[in-house]
T-cell receptor, first 113, second 109 residues
Framework: IAGITQAPTSQILAAGRRMTLRCTQD?????MYWYRQDLGLGLRLIHY???????GKGEVPDGYSVSRANTDDFPLTLASAVPSQTSVYFC????????????FGPGTRLTVL | GQNIDQPTEMTATEGAIVQINCTYQ??????LFWYQQHAGEAPTFLSY??LDGLEEKGRFSSFLSRSKGYSYLLLKELQMKDSASYLC??????????WGAGTKLIIKP
């Protein structure tokens, strides 16, 4: 693994189904983030984790949950997908949330029908 | 509320210079970032300003005026590969990034 990986690359999902998007990093960065990106809108923060064992809500957390059991992994779960959750999802990391740059994974393109 | 404004789209000619502006109103300020995003790819970091003035990095420069809530990204000697979206983001008082919607830059030969 080099940097940040996300899986799956893309997914088509039926409404009402449960889905977990995976994010793994090997840089030992403390902070991790989940964003969604929709056409015409800026990146919007869904959830974040400043360090392993802690999580927080971002701008658009409804319908999503996260966990941070260890430094490397930060999965995002959609408990019951809805069409408005169709988006591109990016995971990002930063060594120190206060002073460092955020680096992005390759993204997951999710379509909910 | 918090707001980042940047033009939706700009067009420039290969070899020329282009300036992409960003204005912001945020709760607190802990730095301003510029990212480049090619279509279908992830954003990649370009530059960071936390103090007023110009930061130069090769063909790209970024300027910040905190008193005016204003930044610009200057791209010189434009190349076709510079065709991308350019995202402005401000780190606020909670150390979260607030993002603009991005400026799509189209380079014509």
């Amino acid at each position: 693994i080099a940097g940040i990986t996300q899986a799956p690359t893309s997914q088509i999902l039926a409404a009402g189904r449960r889905m977990t998007l995976r994010c793994t990093q090997d840089m030992r960065h403390n902070a991790m983030y989940w964003y969604r990106q929709d056409l015409g809108l800026g990146l919007r923060l869904i959830h974040y984790s400043n360090t392993a064992g802690t999580t927080g809500k971002g701008e658009v957390p409804d319908g999503y949950s996260v966990s941070r059991a260890n430094t490397d992994d930060f999965p995002l779960t959609l408990a019951s997908a809805v069409p408005s959750q169709t988006s591109v999802y990016f995971c990002a990391t930063a060594k120190d949330r206060e002073v460092d740059t955020q680096y992005f994974g390759p993204g997951t393109r999710l379509t909910v029908l | 509320g918090q707001n980042i404004d940047q033009p939706t789209e700009m067009t420039a000619t290969e070899g020329a210079i282009v300036q992409i502006n960003c204005t912001y109103q945020t709760s607190g300020f802990n730095g301003l970032f510029w990212y480049q995003q090619h279509a279908g790819e992830a954003p990649t970091f370009l530059s960071y300003n936390v103090l007023d003035g110009l930061e130069e990095k090769g063909r790209f420069s970024s300027f910040l005026s905190r008193s005016k809530g204003y930044s610009y990204l200057l791209l010189k000697e434009l190349q076709m590969k510079d065709s991308a979206s350019y995202l402005c983001a401000v780190r606020d008082s909670n150390y979260q990034l607030i993002w603009g919607a991005g400026t799509k830059l189209i380079i014509k030969p």
